[in-house]
Antibody, heavy 121, light 103 residues
Framework: QITLKESGPTLVKPTQTLTLTCTFS??????????VGWIRQPPGKALEWLAL???????RYSPSLKSRLTITKDTSKNQVVLTMTNMDPVDTATYYC?????????????WGQGTLVTVSS | DIQMTQSPSTLSASVGDRVTITCRAS??????LAWYQQKPGKAPKLLIY???SLESGVPSRFSGSGSGTEFTLTISSLQPDDFATYYC?????FGQGTKVEIK
């Protein structure tokens, strides 16, 4: 079965760079049509999509955060890494990674449990 | 950018009620819409994709309809497990969520 798990720091200081790793099993990121996305959710607020990487290394970023985000994959390790630069307290959120299946549009059908990242000095 | 707007933001209902949540797109998105359910402290769960296709394992009391700019998620008979927040999604845009509360 498909599982995903996020890992990374729980606390970062303002201006620092956040690096999160999504480790997954049950699928391969070298399979055509497959992708892994990152979505975040500030406490008490709505979901916000951040980035998406496809099996062919095609990448998509949220227009509002594009300058701060980098998404990469390591197919051999079954990992996807998201980096976000210049962290600010407003970036405090639970960060999720999710399996993306292409069915004409974007579908996130399996999600990790999420990891809460707090930005504070 | 396409905006997704859900209504209402909060809905109070009783077990057994028929519940309808609306999602409107700022421009036509054909049928490219998904619905998710999220419970407190948990990750979202995919319910519906392509506007009306029920994800495997999701109870048949959930249904989706619509195309173009207006979509609905309907729960035919609300169950205790259904009290949660529901989100629509098109590509990289999520709606702001609809919380279904106990009346």
């Amino acid at each position: 079965q498909i599982t995903l798990k996020e890992s990374g720091p729980t606390l970062v200081k303002p201006t620092q760079t956040l690096t999160l790793t999504c480790t997954f099993s049950g699928f391969s990121l070298s399979t055509s049509g497959v992708g892994v996305g990152w979505i975040r959710q500030p406490p008490g607020k709505a979901l916000e999509w951040l980035a998406l990487i496809y099996w062919n290394d095609d990448k998509r970023y949220s227009p509002s955060l594009k300058s701060r985000l980098t998404i990469t994959k390591d197919t051999s390790k079954n990992q996807v890494v998201l980096t976000m630069t210049n962290m600010d307290p407003v970036d405090t959120a639970t960060y999720y990674c999710a399996h993306h299946r292409t069915s004409g549009s974007w579908i996130f059908d399996y999600w990790g449990q999420g990891t809460l990242v707090t930005v504070s000095s | 950018d396409i905006q997704m707007t859900q209504s209402p933001s909060t809905l109070s209902a009783s077990v057994g009620d028929r519940v309808t949540i609306t999602c409107r797109a700022s421009q036509s998105i054909s049928s490219w819409l998904a619905w998710y359910q999220q419970k407190p402290g948990k990750a979202p769960k995919l319910l519906i994709y392509k506007a009306s296709s029920l994800e495997s394992g999701v109870p048949s009391r959930f249904s989706g309809s619509g195309s173009g700019t207006e979509f609905t998620l309907t729960i035919s008979s609300l169950q205790p497990d259904d009290f949660a927040t529901y989100y629509c999604q098109h590509l990289g845009t999520f709606g702001q969520g609809t919380k279904v509360e106990i009346k």
